[in-house]
Structure formats: C-alpha cells, structure tokens
C-alpha cells in the first residue's frame, strides 16, 4: 500500500469525523475544493459513493461505513508497524491512545503516564475520558489502542487485558460525621443526601443493581456524569457520592474530601478492566504501557 493511498484514508477519516468537508479541510490544512476533488475522485475509483451529501453535512453511505471500518483498520495496522520499527530503536518515538474512564484520570493514569515518559520521553500520549460504552466502541472503531473502564460491558470482540477488582466506597467531605469511622454501611450513607453518577457510568450500574435488591433508596439530591462534579458537591454538602478506590484514595483527604470503604456484603465487587480490540496487535509502545500500568493497579 503507497503512502499517497494512506493520506486519502486519513481524508475519508476525517470528512467522517467532522461531518463536514469545511471542518474536515481545516484540521487537515486543505483547502474544501481540494478535500472534496480527493473525494470525488476516490468514489470515482470505487464506482460508489461514500458519502450523503446534505445540507448539515456529510453522512456515510452503507459503503462508506464498510470501507471507513477498512479505512481505520489499515491506519491502525500501519501503526503498529512503524511503531514496531521505533521499538528497534528502543520506544525513541511512537504514541499512545487510551480511552478511559472517568475512574483514573484524577490521580492514577496522570502518575503512570508521568512515570512512563520520565523513562520514555520520546513517547506521547492521547487520552480522552468517556462513558463506558462509549470507551469500547472506541476500540470497534479503532480510535484508541487501550481502553480503561469500570464495570465493562460484555464484548465478543474486546479482549481483557488484565482486570483489577474494585468495590465502590463512599466519598464525603472531610468534615462529614462519618468520616469519623474507619467504614461505613449503605444504611449510614442513604442517612444523607446521595450525590450518585448517572447511568452512563459503570458504578451506577452497580449501585443500581444493589438499590434493586434492597430495601433501602437513595434521597438523589444530585445526579451527574462528572465525578470531579460530585466531588465538588460533597464538599460542601452533607451528601455522599461513591466512587471506587482508584479514584477516590483512601490514605489521606484530598481538596477537602475523603473515602471510606463500604461494608455491605451485598454490594457487588465489579473489576475494572485493561483492554483492546481482539485481533488487533497492540503496537509497542502500548504494550509496554500496559506493563506499566498493570504494575501501578495491580498492588494497589
């Protein structure tokens, strides 16, 4: 495959991205008649054409679909080889994409990142925070190498990487009666008002799934798909949020905050879950991240 052919690809990727010929020229550097004449000439080549043209922008043909999904398949595979040729140079150069849960960001995945370019500096890193299902269709569509997330949907074609068990805890000010106590039940934090992650994110899937067998409801005074939100509505509140231990450490108070383990037998322990597409070789410098990361979690 010539290089000429992967610069299309990346034009078809981005018209699909943007949804528009306008938005997609600008992020490439192109002028629109010069994106759209590329267009036009590959669905001149292939006889079909990938694209609807409409008035709010482009939208992807059934071919399109089907040749997009090629499209990024070949990207992704043309990565893994030059990245493969850098680790010959020992990870000089090569980058990192990971999809993420809002479960790590706030302390964990920075520190590992930071950790891993102080021995790698020629490495970079994309990250982009997501809801849990959104986190593995990324991997489906090929838009990220890793994909980090809580409470992960069953996915044939997503294979697990290495999982960490992880049982959510209550986070409340640091001032708050029950900060006081090494534990807490579900009965002492229901007492409060309930801070709870909505329904896009894998602990509410939980706490969902615990409220159903149980007597005992949540007084919502607030639902939000941010945990840095919640956090900060706790602080100044009497309410209590949940959240699991990676991203809420129990060690010390953090901005005001603190963690404290959840006692009840009935609320399910889930894992959070390292993964990636199945059938697509990680390239290496996302495998070797991988070892990093899985040291970091492991024994935690």
Not at 3 to 11: D, G
Not at 12 to 41: H, N, V, W
Not at 95 to 108: D, F, K
Request: include cysteine; proline fraction near 6%; charged fraction near 20%.
């Amino acid at each position: 495959m010539s290089l000429q052919y992967l610069r299309v690809f990346r034009h078809i990727d981005e018209i699909a991205r943007c949804g528009s010929i306008r938005k997609a020229a600008e992020a490439l550097f192109l002028t629109p008649s010069a994106l759209d004449r590329r267009l036009q000439d590959l669905e001149a080549e292939l006889g079909t054409p990938l694209f609807e043209r409409h008035a709010r922008g482009m939208r992807l043909t059934s071919a399109g679909e089907i040749f997009l999904h090629h499209v990024r398949a070949q990207r992704a595979d043309f990565e893994r080889v030059r990245a493969e040729i850098e680790q010959l140079k020992g990870l000089q150069r090569g980058s990192v994409s990971v999809v993420a849960s809002q479960a790590l960001v706030h302390t964990v995945l920075p520190q590992v990142i930071q950790q891993f370019n102080e021995r790698h500096p020629g490495i970079t890193f994309t990250v982009t925070v997501a809801d849990h299902a959104v986190v593995i269709q990324a991997l489906r569509e090929f838009q990220a190498d890793l994909g980090i997330v809580y409470h992960a949907p069953a996915a044939a074609d997503v294979l697990p990487l290495f999982t960490v068990d992880q049982a959510l805890c209550a986070v409340m000010a640091e001032g708050h009666p029950l900060a006081a106590q090494p534990g807490v039940s579900m009965a002492d934090c229901l007492a409060y008002p309930a801070a709870l992650p909505d329904r896009s994110l894998g602990g509410r899937i939980v706490l969902d799934q615990f409220f159903a067998r149980s007597s005992l409801k949540p007084k919502v005074a607030m639902e939000s798909n941010s945990f840095e939100m919640l956090r900060n509505y706790v602080r100044g509140t009497t309410a209590v949020t949940f959240q699991i231990p990676l991203g809420a450490p129990m060690a010390e108070a953090r901005d005001g905050v603190v963690a404290r383990p959840i006692t009840d037998r009935k609320l399910e322990r889930s894992t959070l879950v390292v993964a990636q597409l199945k059938g697509r070789p990680l390239p290496g410098p996302a495998a070797r991240f991988v070892e990093a990361l899985r040291e970091v979690l492991v024994r935690q």
